[in-house]
């Protein structure tokens, strides 16, 4: 059987298994549901849970260089980093993130806070150019540092978009900005909504699987 990293008990009715982003396993139980019914039910579905993880790791390998800080994401292309004694400031270029030569701790705080800045310029921007696309007003745009969200739009039309964003393909960007704003229209995630999101990107299903492939990008720069 398969064993789980966690156990969390509370006053919920029901068993819930949960696979997380890093591939571990979390079972969500009852307060007074037995340990035999608890293992009864992961049996079950030890199958799926075996698949989610696989499927998991298989991601987390595939991107191991990004997440260990060897290649840098930049609208969903990887860069390699190259260190230049007496830099200034962070530079881009079609093949390198070119940076000051100071130690990796150091450096990934600047790099973080070189994200952010682009963040600021780029999903403004783009976020004001789908505002007047669909013919809609926000209220404000501010960028957030979320380990679990991408983006968020409340009752009062203020959107919060994560600064990690930026590490994303530009049409998937366009896609979370785009969900963000067709909230001002419908506050839930009905069919009404996705008509709405349809109508600006006929693909937007495409960007929304996507999407799901990079979002172990949400555990980066923490």
Known sequence: MINPDLIIRSYRRSLCLTIT???SFVVHAPKRMSMNDIIKYISEKEKWIKSKQDEIQKKL???????NYKLFLFLGKKYELKKQP??????????YL??????DDILIIKIKQWYVKQAK????ERLEYFAD???????????????????????????KLNFR??????KTVDFVLIHELAHILEFNHSKDFYKIIQTVMPTY???????KEYDYCLQLFR
């Open 21 to 23: 982003k890093d591939g």
């Open 61 to 67: 390998s595939i991107n191991r260089d990004v997440i």
């Open 86 to 95: 007496g830099l200034k400031k962070i530079e881009l270029t079609e093949d």
């Open 98 to 103: 070119i940076v000051p030569d100071l130690d």
């Open 121 to 124: 310029k780029i999903l403004s």
């Open 133 to 159: 696309i669909m013919q809609l007003d926000y209220a404000s745009i501010s960028i957030m540092n979320s380990k679990s969200r991408w983006g968020s739009c409340d009752t009062l039309r203020n959107i």
């Open 165 to 170: 964003l930026i590490l994303l393909p530009h």
């Open 205 to 211: 299903k495409l960007q929304q699987k996507i999407l």
